[in-house]
């Protein structure tokens, strides 16, 4: 027994030793092996995102369409978001009526959102707008699920991301959207070109075509002789172009812009918002843009989606929303707005009473004139290109010396495209007292807008 147990000693003795000698080469080899493991790792998720992308997560996904055949990029079904404990009680309490403020004042939470639904069209401009406080942010953050909604879908380009894993969720960021901040979120350390490389760095792009990629994006935005200067050493409006070329450098198809330019000295707001309008006529982006101030929303959106309280009051074009408010709100809302700054001739245009063909006699001219009770008529050819102009003085002289209708046209008179904002249109009718003809880039007729109706702009934007 005695012997046994002496055995057994030695034995456990090595044991223990052996043991001690495994555990310890055995964590000095985790960690020498720990690094390349998690580079390693890494690689291979930058790789399982991009399998993920092109092979699983948008494969077999159509894109949803409008009832006109646009593709919807972004589509937001029944959007809610509740903040602090508790949501499921808040959200009950507003099926049963209860406003954001009863919410706040009786319960621990806070809405930010409540039944948002709309579509984004691809290669749309689409302005959020609204007070402090309306959700604007919010709305923007669960488009791109960096907050997660309470309740509601927010389907990118046909797959539903609400249902996504935190893994898929990233790939799906990383390759379809970007995100250009107020307070710019560059690198301080980083110079120009290393910030705007930032995004592919995060994707793992191999660092010759980055180089590309960065040097496209910072010459799209009009960076190139800044690329090794560092954020400290650049103005306000650079370091946006900074983050703008950042976030396209990864070529998204959605870009969040949250208060962008909000930061911006006024005149350098102006020409980020010309060149956003720029570098969007050029790369068709689909661009979901926040902002508070109305005269930066009516000025980039293709439509504005005009929110209170974590809802959505309104949505349309900055015609549609300024012709037709939907409820008091929007009316207080756009009461400062100068319309004839923004709704155009094609607006107000009418369909032209009583035109005449340049082939047509100067005998049918005066009868014309007489039958629509006018002294002057617009001139168009065969394919209603506009030619010009005849007044009737000018075709009694051209029947007295048997003269042909020809002779009468006054060729160079004023006319405005579609686009026309009724503020220039009203200038010309200043110094003409007709119709002032509105043509397309053919200079085809479309129609023209009379001083009566001239008046009637000008007197809605005086009376809201
Ligand atoms: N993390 C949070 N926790 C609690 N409440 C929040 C949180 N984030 C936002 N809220 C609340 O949600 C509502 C919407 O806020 P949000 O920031 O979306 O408004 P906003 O329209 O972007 O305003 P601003 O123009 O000031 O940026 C507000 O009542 C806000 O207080
Ligand atoms: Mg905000």
């Known amino acids: 027994m005695a012997l046994n147990m ?66 919807i990029m972004i589509r ?3 959007l809610s978001k509740i903040f602090g404990k508790h949501p499921e009680s808040a959200m009950k309490l507003l099926k049963n009526g209860m406003n954001k403020e009863e919410i706040h004042s009786t319960t621990p939470n806070t809405v930010g959102l409540y039944d948002v639904s709309f579509d984004v069209k691809k290669g749309e401009l689409f302005v959020l707008m609204g007070l402090s406080g309306s959700g604007k942010s919010t709305l923007e953050r669960c488009m ?26 990233r790939a799906v960021r990383r390759k379809k959207m970007s995100m250009v901040f107020q307070n710019f979120g560059l690198l301080p350390h ?13 994707q793992g792009v191999p660092e010759t075509e980055r180089m590309e990629k960065t040097k496209r994006a910072i010459d799209l935005i009009g960076l190139s002789g800044y690329e090794d200067s560092l954020p400290e050493n650049l103005s306000g409006g650079m370091k946006q172009r900074v983050g703008l070329a950042r976030a396209l450098a990864t070529d998204p198809d959605i870009l969040f812009m949250d208060e962008a330019f909000s930061a911006l000295d006024p005149l350098i707001r102006a020409d980020m918002q010309d060149e956003l309008q720029r570098i969007q006529s050029e790369l068709n982006k689909t661009i979901v843009f926040v902002t508070h101030d109305l005269d930066e929303a009516l000025k980039l959106g293709d439509r504005i989606a005009l929110m209170k309280d974590g809802r959505i009051v309104q949505i349309g074009t900055a015609e549609e929303i300024l012709q037709n408010p939907a409820d008091e709100y929007v009316c207080r809302f756009i009461k400062e707005v100068d319309r004839t700054k923004i709704l155009t001739a094609g607006t107000f245009m009418k369909k032209p009473r009583g035109v005449i063909q340049a082939s047509q006699g100067p005998r049918t001219a005066i009868k014309i004139m007489e ?59 200043i110094t003409t007292n007709f119709s002032i003809p509105v043509v397309n880039e053919n200079d085809v007729l479309l129609g023209v807008v009379s001083p ?13």
Do not use: W
């Not at 010009?388 to 209708?405: A, F, P, T």
């Open 6 to 71: 002496n055995n057994k000693r030695p034995i456990k003795a090595m044991d223990d030793k052996f043991s001690e000698l495994i555990t310890t080469e055995m964590n000095s080899f985790k960690s020498k092996i720990r690094k390349p493991i998690k580079r390693l790792s890494e690689n291979a998720r930058v790789s399982h995102y991009e399998n993920q992308l092109s092979k699983n997560i948008f494969a077999d996904i159509n894109c949803p369409t409008d009832s006109e055949g646009n593709e």
């Open 76 to 78: 937001v079904k029944n």
């Open 144 to 169: 791109n699920r960096i907050i997660k909604p309470t309740s509601g879908n927010v389907i990118i380009n046909g797959l539903d991301i609400t249902s996504l894993d935190e893994d898929d969720l």
């Open 190 to 202: 980083r110079d120009v070109k290393n910030n705007v490389a930032y995004g592919l760095e995060i």
């Open 371 to 429: 039958e629509y009770d006018r002294n002057n008529l617009l001139v168009i050819d065969k394919g209603n290109h506009l030619i010009g102009m005849i007044e009737s003085d000018d075709v009694l002289n051209v029947i007295k010396s048997g003269g042909v209708l020809n002779d009468a046209i006054i060729r160079d008179i004023p006319k405005v495209g579609i686009e026309t904002p009724m503020k220039d249109v009203i200038q010309i009718m």
């Open 452 to 464: 009566s109706v001239a008046a009637e702009a000008l007197n809605a934007g005086g009376d809201l």
